[in-house]
Nanobody, 127 residues
Framework: QVQLVESGGGLVQPGGSLTLSCAAS????????IGWFRQAPGKEREGVSC????????YYAATVKGRFTISRDNAKSTVYLQMNSLKPEDTAVYFC????????????????????WGQGTQVTVSS
């Protein structure tokens, strides 16, 4: 079965850290760009970060730049989102998504190109 599965969400205090994982099953992530998105209650889905099939290609939304780091381990078919200095406004359901992407091609954090989505993992930042 072809799917993406997110994990690593939870409850954390402001200023804390979490690492989210996005694991692929049924296909290899090697030739895919992966994006992380989030959606808070009553808000539209927001692009957070992405990584190209070339792992040196990354992009971050301004709201998370300097606090979040995206990386990938193709041997494990997993992409990670390290989140530091978390704020209450980071509270949301976080989704990962995949789109076939050639090497050396930039990734985007708009939802439209992505054609495979996970079910999401809840991140709550609260004291």
């Amino acid at each position: 079965q072809v799917q993406l599965v997110e994990s690593g969400g939870g409850l954390v205090q402001p200023g804390g850290s979490l690492t989210l994982s996005c694991a692929a099953s049924g296909f290899s992530l090697d030739a895919y760009a992966i994006g992380w998105f989030r959606q808070a209650p009553g808000k539209e889905r927001e692009g957070v970060s992405c990584i190209g099939s070339s792992d040196w290609i990354t992009y971050y939304a301004a709201t998370v730049k300097g606090r979040f780091t995206i990386s990938r381990d193709n041997a494990k078919s997993t992409v990670y989102l390290q989140m530091n200095s978390l704020k209450p406004e980071d509270t949301a359901v976080y989704f990962c998504a995949a789109v076939p992407t050639p090497l050396f091609t930039v990734c985007v954090i708009a939802p439209s190109p992505y054609d495979r989505w996970g079910q999401g993992t809840q991140v709550t930042v609260s004291s």
